[in-house]
């Protein structure tokens, strides 16, 4: 009974070393995934502009149109407008007439670009046009029911639209700034509505450049500082190298 007793001791002691390897491999591999990938939280994008009745008595010139199918699009300057240089993008559906926004500047008129396109898996037209050097414009319009509507509007440079982290959907990367400092926002489409995250801000960095498809983070200002780069994933910003 006493050779027994001690047997089954000596069996308990050599099994529990075993069970705890195994916990901790598994958990020092959840802990090193975690330090090396940056989670990102979303929130909705709301879009503040909306498409508007427009009175014909409120154009002043017809500067460029578009004939896309059933629909028209246009920019035109407005009568008794404090900015005589200012383009206003138009939507023609039948006879009613709409406008939507500033879509740039007169002098910029070669740079309005129209046309059919898609986003998030829906048929858009996207209007681009520049007001500026830094000043850019960019519409996703949708067309439901004859109705027209804003679906996303963007003032940033557009860096990229590609599938990231090849899950099926969309992902828009907005990356502008000086060549010292970039700030970087990702745009994609997640319960049935279109949210946005701040790269900079969530990854407390001084600077993020985007390349694709590498997001480039500088903590801290100065040619010194700390620099990683991350590629989009599921899980979030994952480490790619550092230095």
């Not at 009745?53 to 059933?70: N, Y």
Request: glycine letters at 6%; aromatic letters at 10%; hydrophobic letters at 40%.
């Amino acid at each position: 009974m006493v050779l027994l007793f001690l047997f089954m001791c000596l069996l308990a002691a050599g099994c529990s070393p075993a069970q705890t390897y195994g916990d901790d491999t598994s958990a020092a591999s959840t802990n090193a995934e975690q330090e090396t990938t940056i989670p990102l939280s979303f929130e909705e994008v709301k879009v503040e502009q909306q498409v508007t009745l427009l009175d014909r008595g409120k154009i002043k010139q017809i500067v460029k149109e578009e004939q896309l199918d059933t629909v028209k699009l246009f920019s035109f300057l407005k009568v008794d407008e404090d900015d005589p240089l200012r383009l206003i993008g138009g939507i023609q559906i039948g006879d009613d007439l709409y406008e939507f926004g500033d879509v740039g500047a007169l002098h910029y008129v070669d740079r309005l670009d129209i046309q059919t396109s898609s986003l998030f898996h829906k048929s858009v037209i996207k209007v681009e046009g520049l007001c500026g050097a830094n000043c850019p414009f960019r519409y996703y319009i949708t067309i439901e029911e004859e109705k027209p509507s804003i679906f996303l509007v963007l003032s940033e440079p557009v860096a990229d639209i590609a599938d990231l982290d090849e899950d099926g959907v969309e992902e828009i990367v907005t990356s502008y700034g000086s060549p010292d400092v970039f700030h970087t926002r990702i745009y994609t489409w997640r319960d049935n509505r279109i949210v946005s995250a701040d790269v900079n801000k969530l990854t407390k960095a001084w600077s993020v450049l985007y390349t694709r498809p590498f997001f480039h983070v500088q903590e801290q200002s100065g040619i010194d500082s700390a620099r990683k780069t991350y590629r989009y994933t599921a899980k979030g910003l994952a480490l790619v190298t550092e230095k």
